[in-house]
């Protein structure tokens, strides 16, 4: 990895009885870094930490090695993409974007090199003396990203900047914000509640929940091998179960939800009686055809009932109705018919697909 | 309205061309009447006066009102509204009995004087009839206009907007001037207008506060329709007037930039 | 949620200071006066030889009984007929997009924007020159109204921004007339508007000098008597008659007050 240029240590913060931030430390390279939680998490206090609108109780922020814990936010030279755009409305698009170089007291020679290189990166040509209520949803995201990027700065966060856009413009979006930071490369600290968002775009990612870092890493790493139950629900679309561990059998525990039986590989914690969250990604189960029934070696297999079937395109996620009454919701390539609607069926897993914890881990 | 309020004034204008002889009013078209204002030293005099005063009386109470209207916009949270009603209550008992209130402080015999009289000290000239007097009155009596304009403006105003400044290195300072000043520049324009005009036009407050020296062309033209009864002359003034009004209103007017003031700028 | 750093908190404490500073500037005369007009010795009331003498004296003042009425009358004819006018403007103005809008409301406003002294002497030209009907009560309600319509109208318009018209289409949908609809839909929620705007024009032609006077000449109202005591000196029996006015309008504005707080009336237009 490369060098570190922000670092957060140890940082906490309260709001009254609120605990917003709870000794966290991130460092950050030059990278797209997602800070991604429910709303209440606290990232967007942390966010608001290393812009130096909040100032934390306890803990440090540097950047690039300089303690700016202290520093007002004009002094940090940071560039920042607020949710709901924030554009100046009484400054056209010329004037928002230049704003940060006007402050900095540039002269107009530097400006204007800046915004031509700024809006060309952006796409915005052409704009210039358009006021901001006179764009549309994508321009105004386009302005915004300029203005957060034109000084260069060394930090550039967003907040939440896709959460006003509908859902074609925000792919857009997705590739063109990728796009920037591997131009720019400068570290984007990219805040969202959205985790597909957060996925799409980031290179390595945090998870925060009720002012604590759940989980730190490779994106990858923390989709397919959460380390806490928060983690493993919150990200990808989860089947959650919970059961006792029966038996423990060749590298694998067997585990009864309610009287469906469930396999696990074995870690050192496990013991029989123990309560455990099972969760598994709907993904990771496959769905076989009426009468075809798979092999149950180092697989979990179920019968159940094919409830109903929401074709998606590329997939499909079939609800399966289970004999104890639980559902489970699988999802896989859109190969069964629907009007096989309430037919009996199989669903299989490979006993390394969930992941398990002890049940009093906490689930939200 | 339109009859009400538009044909009084048309007909001020029309009387201000004719003449008064002993208390009645001769249709006899002449621009006497403004040729005498405007060439009669006494009259300019007063009438420079007048506007120097509503200008002072306008500059302080703008310069004292922003910060308040902010504070209480910005910090006054659940007490917004109790804190800017107090501010605007006193407007409603009328001017004559606040001048008279007015008086018993800032008066030659107010308790400030009387205060420092026992006290063996010497009365403060400043509070004997003077301009001072006066200017402090019409601040007291308008101010509420000021505050109002600036804090209605305010509650529409966008405070995240700030935050947005000084991350892009905005000292404190310079995002006021950069974005909360012109984004409420309407407002403040407004407030401007409110104080200047009944300022201009003041004649109780000069009459009780000012004094002899202290009188403004709002006096002399409510002269004009008491004892001497010269009502074309008072209309000629009140026309005079009006067109001061008019022009400041319309210089103000002419700082404002709508495409500039955000009112357009919708859900941004 | 905003970061309090220690520069940012001695802005805020001068600008509450500013605040406190001002209201004993407005609140301090007012206080003084109340005060005054209890005491005997009320040039230096220290110590105060508390009488009620000048409330007796201003209830015995000539003139006093007929000039009261006569405010009363025109601040309630005032209030009647610029909270008429001023509802129907804005009424008409917000349910109706017009594209003369901005230049209507500059005209309801102008008055707002005209000295008082001119109102009063060009009402009184045209009333006297032109109509050649002596001064009288109506004529003064009809020119207070010019300007308190203007005042009304802005308390009413802010109001009314907040209501959805569309509720009169539902009501009309289900089978109202217009005329019931504003009865049973569009009145029951603007109702608290116009009464702000009905107490806003009663209290400022009530106390009004400048524009009464010119209008009714040798007819008193409270204001003109208090000038002409005024004129004479200063007479105790004014500070009675000031804090008895002053008495009556905190109260209003405490009830208009309670009424804003328990969410009958809204002051912010912010949620449009």
Not at chain 1, 170 to 180: G, Q, S, T, V
Not at chain 1, 204 to 209: D, L, S
Not at chain 1, 264 to 271: E, H, L, N, S
Request: proline share 5%; hydrophobic share 50%; glycine share 8%.
């Amino acid at each position: 990895m490369s060098e570190t240029i922000l670092q957060l240590q140890g940082i906490y913060k309260n709001f009254g009885s609120v605990e917003a931030a709870k000794n966290i430390s991130i460092n950050v390279s030059k990278e797209l870094f997602a800070l991604l939680g429910p709303s209440g998490s606290g990232k967007t206090t942390m966010l608001r930490i290393i812009a130096g609108l909040e100032t934390p109780d306890k803990g440090r922020v540097l950047i690039n090695g300089r303690d700016v814990t202290n520093l007002p936010p004009y002094k940090r030279g940071i560039g920042m993409v607020f949710q709901d755009f924030l554009l100046f409305p009484h400054k056209t698009v010329k004037e928002n974007i230049v704003f940060p170089l006007k402050m900095q007291g540039k002269d107009e020679s530097t400006k204007e090199e800046q915004y031509q290189w700024v809006s060309q990166l952006v796409h915005l040509e052409g704009l210039d003396e358009r006021f901001p209520y006179q764009l549309s949803g994508g321009q105004k995201q386009r302005v915004a990203l300029a203005r957060g990027l034109v000084s260069r700065p060394s930090v550039l966060l967003l907040d939440e900047p896709l959460a006003n856009l509908d859902r074609e413009l925000r792919k857009e979006m997705e590739i063109e914000i990728r796009r920037f930071q591997l131009e720019l490369g400068i570290p984007f600290i990219y805040v969202t509640h959205n985790q597909e968002e957060a996925l799409t775009m980031s290179d390595r990612m945090a998870i925060m929940r009720l002012g604590q870092l759940e989980q730190i890493g490779d994106k990858f790493e923390l989709y397919h091998h959460p380390q806490t139950s928060f983690v493993a629900s919150f990200l990808g679309s989860t089947n959650a179960m919970q059961g006792e561990i029966k038996a423990v059998d060749n590298g694998c525990i067997v585990v009864d939800w309610d009287g469906v039986s469930l396999r696990a590989p074995y870690k050192d914690d496990f013991k029989i009686g123990m309560t455990v969250d099972y969760f598994l990604k709907s993904e990771k189960i496959t769905i076989h055809p009426p009468g075809q029934k798979p092999d149950d070696h180092g697989r979990t297999v179920i019968e159940g009932r094919l409830r109903d079937t929401i074709f998606k395109g590329q997939y499909a996620d079939y609800l399966i109705s289970l004999k104890n009454d639980n559902e489970i919701i699988v999802s896989d390539v859109p190969t069964i018919s629907p009007a096989l609607r309430n037919a009996t069926v199989s669903i299989s897993w490979p006993s390394e697909a969930p992941d398990v914890f002890p049940a009093d881990g906490g689930l939200a | 309205m339109l009859f009400f309020f538009v044909l009084p004034l048309l007909t001020t204008v029309v009387i201000s061309f004719w003449r008064t002889e002993s208390y009645t009013i001769i249709h006899d078209w002449n621009i006497d009447n403004y040729v005498v204002l405007l060439t009669k030293h006494t009259y300019l005099v007063f009438l420079g006066r007048s506007i120097l005063m509503a200008t002072a009386v306008t500059l302080i109470s703008l310069i004292y009102s922003w910060p308040i209207a902010y504070f209480i916009a910005y910090a006054g949270g659940r007490y917004k509204l109790v804190l800017v009603l107090l501010t605007s209550a006193p407007f409603f008992t009328g001017i004559i009995l606040r001048v008279t209130a007015l008086q018993q402080i800032f008066g030659p015999i107010g308790i400030i004087n009387t205060a420092l009289i026992n006290l063996g000290l010497k009365p403060i000239n400043a509070f004997m009839y003077s301009n001072f007097a006066s200017g402090m009155g019409l601040v007291y009596l308008w101010i509420p206009f000021m505050i109002l304009a600036i804090y209605l403006s305010l509650l529409n105003f966008n405070f995240d907007l700030l935050e947005v400044a000084k991350v892009n290195g905005a000292s404190p300072i310079k995002a006021f001037f950069e974005v909360t000043l012109p984004l409420n520049w309407i407002g403040t324009a407004v407030g401007i207008v409110l104080v200047f005009v009944p300022t201009l036009a003041a004649s109780i407050t000069p009459r009780f506060l000012g004094g002899v020296n202290g009188a403004l062309f709002g006096n002399i033209l409510a002269h004009q329709f008491g004892a001497t009864g010269t009502w074309a002359l008072g209309s000629a003034m009140g026309v005079v007037l009006f067109f001061v009004s008019i022009i400041a209103i319309f210089l103000v007017w002419k700082t404002v930039d709508l495409r500039r003031s955000g009112f357009t700028g919708g859900d941004i | 949620m905003n970061a309090v750093n220690p520069g940012r908190k001695l802005a805020l404490a001068g600008q509450a200071l500013l605040l406190i500073l001002l209201y004993l500037f407005l609140y301090f005369p007012i206080f003084y006066i109340m005060y005054l007009s209890f005491v005997e010795n009320t040039v230096w009331p220290f110590p105060p030889e508390y009488t009620l003498e000048h409330y007796i004296n201003l209830l015995t003042l000539d003139n006093f009984h007929q000039g009261l009425v006569n405010s009363l009358i025109i601040g309630i004819g005032t209030g009647l007929l610029s909270t008429l006018f001023a509802t129907m403007a804005a009424i008409g103005l917000l349910k109706y997009q017009s594209r003369w809008r901005g230049l209507l409301m500059i005209f309801y406003l102008a008055p707002l924007f005209v000295a008082h002294i001119l109102i009063g002497i060009s009402s009184l030209i045209f009333n006297k020159a032109i109509l050649g009907l002596p001064g009288n009560l109506l004529s003064a309600i009809i020119a207070n109204a010019t300007y308190a319509t203007a005042f009304a109208f802005l308390v009413i318009v802010a109001q009314l921004a907040r209501y959805d018209w569309r509720l009169d289409d539902v009501a009309m949908v289900f089978g109202a007339t217009p005329a019931k609809t504003f009865r049973e839909v569009t009145l029951p929620n603007i109702w608290p508007a116009i009464f702000g705007g009905f107490f806003v024009g009663f209290i400022l032609a009530f106390n009004n000098l400048e524009i009464s006077f010119y209008n009714l000449g040798a007819i008193p109202t409270l204001p003109t008597i208090a000038w002409g005591t005024l004129r004479h000196g200063i007479k105790p029996e004014l500070y009675a008659l000031a804090s008895i006015v002053n008495a009556f309008i905190f109260l209003i504005l405490i009830i208009l007050y309670f009424l804003l707080k328990m969410g009958f009336l809204k002051l912010d237009i912010k949620d449009r």
